[in-house]
């Protein structure tokens, strides 16, 4: 068992924890005093032998004093750092910090997952409050039906010698929007307390759906498959306009597969890199199409967004650590609307999220034009924007967003509206 460079640092804390001499622990260890001092301070190398008497004359397990933290729990720390802006020079600790207090560092990476898990939440609600037609009309209706009751109380209230039979009929409206305010206030509760899930919420659109659909496929869709045929799974799709998306989707996808066939797709890209000029320049294919095979990798970690000449994002295929917006304008100032703007012209950069600091990606934009209907008709514009891994990376980065709603960078110049995430709405 492989002792780590923290061992001495640990039997130390052990021993002060169980309030026991240095002398007393060396001797039942069989070793000097002056010996185990030095390991306690990590200036002596221990054989395993004597780490396990060591640990039995402590009373512990030899793991509890030889093994290091897990790299899963430092993969966690970091991605919990980053999140929180921690400086770089603090990151080369975080292995003596979970050797130390493992209790602690796994504290603070559950901290970190629910305070993402949190943000996410807030977004989608924020999203959902602005966006959702179905719950803007649920409260539109509670509204009008409050108006009517305090009006008509407002009525029975002030009006003292008023007729029996308009009383009544006072009365019974009363009644009835009380009922349609309690009927509505209970649909609306079941509505929001629907929200732990997609298949429990609904899909907001049919593009969310066949997302979520391609979602549960890894967001890949083999060639095999391709050549198969989806028809018996697009079929259980719940929205006609979904199954059409995915129709659509899928004879897209089967299009780039025929000009870039996997095995030779792999082959390139062993040569160039993910560059989906360079791929499209060998296929004789379009920069989107090569954009859209690469992002079909597994291995690659890429993530995909597109755009139509509106902004409107069409497609959205998230990259770990860089978050999409779900409803609405994304971040103004992502390359995606730079390439957008220059047809034909890639845009390549690094790029940084707000929040997140230290972790990088780099990304290549693209924009086509099409002229379905020839010289008169007119002119369609589709941008996409491939995100790609770069944690090695070196140089400046463009610190961009999800959405203005949900970015916490203060100070933006691109800013359209205020942040729920910052005090000051910077």
């Given amino acids: 068992m492989a002792l780590t460079a923290l061992t001495g640092t640990k039997l130390r804390e052990r021993r002060l924890a169980a309030?026991?001499?240095?002398a007393d622990v060396a001797a039942a260890a069989g070793i000097s005093a002056s010996y185990l001092n030095l390991i306690e301070h990590n200036r002596r190398n221990v054989t395993p032998e004597v780490m396990e008497r060591l640990a039995g004359a402590l009373g512990l397990d030899r793991a509890a004093l030889a093994e290091g933290p897990s790299p899963a729990l430092l993969e966690d720390l970091r991605a919990a750092a980053a999140?929180?802006?921690?400086?770089?020079?603090?990151?080369?600790?975080?292995?003596?910090?979970?050797d130390r207090?493992?209790?602690?560092?796994?504290l603070l990476v559950r901290l970190g997952a629910q305070a993402q898990t949190l943000e996410r939440a807030v977004e989608a609600l924020n999203d959902r409050m602005t966006h959702d037609p179905h719950l803007s009309q649920s409260l539109h209706e509670l509204l009008s039906s409050l108006s009517s009751v305090r009006a008509t109380a407002?009525?029975?209230?002030?009006?003292e010698d008023l007729d029996h039979d308009w009383a009544a009929r006072f009365h019974r409206n009363l009644h009835h929007d009380s009922e349609r305010l309690a009927a509505g206030a209970e649909a609306l509760v079941a509505y929001l307390d629907g929200g732990g899930g997609r298949a429990e919420q609904g899909i907001a659109s049919p593009q969310e759906e066949v997302e979520d659909w391609l979602r549960g496929r890894n967001w890949r869709i083999g060639d095999e498959e391709l050549a198969r045929g989806l028809d018996a799974e697009i079929a259980g799709l719940a929205a006609t306009a979904a199954r059409a998306l995915a129709r659509a989707h899928v004879a897209r996808a089967a299009a780039d597969a025929r000009a870039m066939p996997e095995a030779g797709l792999r082959a390139v890209l062993?040569?160039?890199g993910p560059d989906p000029l360079a791929l499209a320049q060998h296929f004789g294919a379009e920069p989107l199409a090569a954009m859209r095979r690469l992002a079909t990798l597994?291995?690659?970690g890429a993530g995909l967004v597109a755009c139509d000449a509106s902004g409107t994002l069409t497609f959205r295929k998230p990259a770990p650590g860089f978050p999409l917006p779900r409803f609405g304008a994304a971040c103004p100032l992502w390359p995606l609307y730079a390439a957008l703007a220059r047809p034909q012209l890639p845009v390549e950069t690094a790029i940084g999220i707000a929040g997140q600091a230290g972790r990088r990606h780099r990304v290549?934009?693209?924009?086509?034009?099409r002229h379905p209907l020839g010289l008169r008709g007119p002119e369609l514009r589709e941008a996409a924007m491939?995100?790609?891994?770069?944690?090695?990376?070196?140089?400046p980065v463009l610190t961009v967003g999800s959405s203005c709603r949900v970015c916490p960078r203060t100070g933006c110049v691109a800013r359209r509206e205020p942040s729920i995430l910052t005090l000051d709405g910077g």
């Fill in 19 to 22: 309030d026991l001499r240095q």
């Fill in 83 to 98: 999140r929180g802006g921690l400086e770089a020079a603090e990151l080369d600790r975080l292995e003596d910090f979970a």
């Fill in 101 to 106: 207090f493992p209790g602690w560092a796994g």
């Fill in 154 to 159: 407002a009525i029975l209230a002030d009006t």
């Fill in 270 to 272: 062993a040569r160039t």
């Fill in 298 to 300: 597994p291995d690659l």
């Fill in 364 to 369: 290549v934009a693209v924009s086509a034009l």
């Fill in 386 to 395: 491939l995100i790609l891994p770069d944690e090695g990376g070196k140089g």
